[in-house]
């Protein structure tokens, strides 16, 4: 039995989880929301949670990952016995499913950022996103960035998924910056802000319904919980580091790009006259692509933006191929090159479904997010909190020192609101 692979440095692994968290989750799934949700309540609320809920759930898929050194259903396996390595498995699942949607959007970034660079959408977005988001174009691309997720994985955890996020997040942090910067001097910068950052607590109150399970779902995506990533990822860390301040510091990063991510594309859609609360997931590439056209510079706009999401995508996807792979390797002793290519493929076929059909797209998207995620945290947090919660803590104060009362206040952060928030989304969802 080989040795199981371990990060090599402390912001290896740091990197790896905000190269996770950070996504299509910030850049296409969290503008969006904002859209649909009424805008500034929505992003109250979105805040909210992460703070509260994402936190304190964070900090329990890493305790479980660093204490047993192993995949999600190992892990489960290991403290619950069977019952709760089921839950283990509805990570499994939730990972293998929302990458092969995952992977379908992140193709269509990919041709956007050449289809930019040439100008092939200006002439009618509309028509252009129609004929590549699916069938043959869509299989294309989607089966492009499936070999570089796969070919990431393949070469593991140190000089794979380690040295790819090393050039990957700064990468994202400095074109975002960069983008956010050109977008403030738009035209409509102003309404665009208007909308996103000053809250209608009318919204709130007459769609509490609706925004609470969205704003739930939404951190949880973000922040890549309850899919045991974060699971998978803390179980390579070899020494005893302080969870809480990684996570902060991870969590303090995914917020900032999503948010950022408002500010950058609100104005360019407001500047381009398109309504960002309208339509399905594709209506943000086209109403992007139209806003491209429209711009000074588009092009190469364009192809920034695009370029930015696709690398973004990459760091979140080789996350979500890593679990499914690393239970493989745990538990069946497969070596990584066969376990990720096996997986890979497999998660290829399944993605075949929404590059051939949009609303396989949807209804993956619905399925893994509304529900399986969900549950996945709901259990595994109901699981840390109520049945393990000594040993748990015993982790957490590795590497920070004794905890008192904060140590207490997070058991029950976790036992109490983040499990009635994730039952509650589970029900309005
Ligand atoms: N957090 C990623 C995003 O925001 C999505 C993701 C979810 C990635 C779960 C990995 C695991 O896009
Ligand atoms: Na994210």
Redesign the pocket.
């Known amino acids: 039995m080989p040795q199981r692979e371990t990060w090599a440095t402390r912001t290896g692994f740091i990197l790896a989880a905000v190269g ?11 503008p969006f929301a904002v859209g649909q949700e009424g805008g500034a309540a929505f992003l109250l609320v979105y805040l909210l949670f992460v703070v509260l809920i994402g936190f304190p759930a964070m900090l329990v898929e890493f305790t479980l990952g660093r204490r047993t050194q192993k995949n999600p259903v190992g892990a489960l396996a290991q403290m619950g016995g069977r019952t709760w390595k089921l839950v283990g498995l509805v990570f499994v699942v939730t ?1 293998f499913t ?1 990458l092969s949607y ?1 992977s379908v959007i992140a193709g269509w970034t990919i041709r956007y950022t050449f289809a930019s660079l040439t100008g092939a959408y200006t002439a009618d977005p509309e028509a252009y996103f129609g004929a590549v988001s699916v069938g043959f174009d869509a299989v294309a691309f989607h089966a492009l960035f499936m070999v570089l997720v796969i070919g990431v994985i393949a070469l593991g955890v140190r000089s794979g998924i380690e040295l790819a996020v090393k050039f990957m997040v700064p990468a994202i942090i400095a074109l975002g910056i960069g983008l956010a910067a050109y977008a403030f001097t738009l035209d409509g910068a102003g309404a665009a802000y208007q909308f996103y950052l000053s809250p209608d607590l009318d919204v709130l109150a007459a769609e509490w319904q609706s925004i609470l399970p969205a704003a739930a779902g939404q951190a949880f ?7 045991g ?1 974060m699971i998978t990822y803390s179980s390579y860390l070899a020494e005893d580091r302080n969870l809480a301040s990684d996570g902060a510091i991870i969590i303090g990063f ?1 917020t900032a790009i ?1 948010f950022l991510m408002g500010l950058i594309l609100f104005p360019f859609l407001f500047t381009a006259g398109v309504d960002p609360g309208e339509g399905g997931p594709g209506t943000l590439f086209i109403s992007l692509a139209a806003a491209f056209a429209e711009l000074p510079a588009g092009n190469i706009l364009g192809a920034v933006f695009f370029g930015t999401v696709a690398i ?2 990459l760091s ?2 080789i ?2 191929l890593e ?1 499914p792979v690393s239970y493989v390797i745990d538990e069946f002793g497969v070596d990584r090159m066969t376990a990720t290519l096996g997986v890979g493929g497999l998660v290829f076929v399944l993605g075949l479904a929404p590059a051939l059909d949009l609303i396989f797209l949807d209804l993956f998207d619905l399925f893994a997010d509304a529900i399986l ?1 969900v549950l996945g945290g709901l259990l595994v947090s109901i699981f840390v909190s109520w049945i393990v919660p000594d040993e748990a803590l015993d982790e957490l104060q590795k590497g920070i020192g004794e905890l008192g009362s904060i140590g207490t206040a997070w058991v029950w952060a976790v036992r109490i609101p983040v499990v009635l928030v994730l039952a509650f989304s589970l029900y309005l969802g």
């Open positions: 996770s968290a950070v996504g299509l989750g910030n850049i296409w799934r969290f990972g929302i995952y995506f973000t922040l890549s919980l309850g899919m990533v995914d999503a973004a995508a979140s996807a996350s979500l679990v995620l």
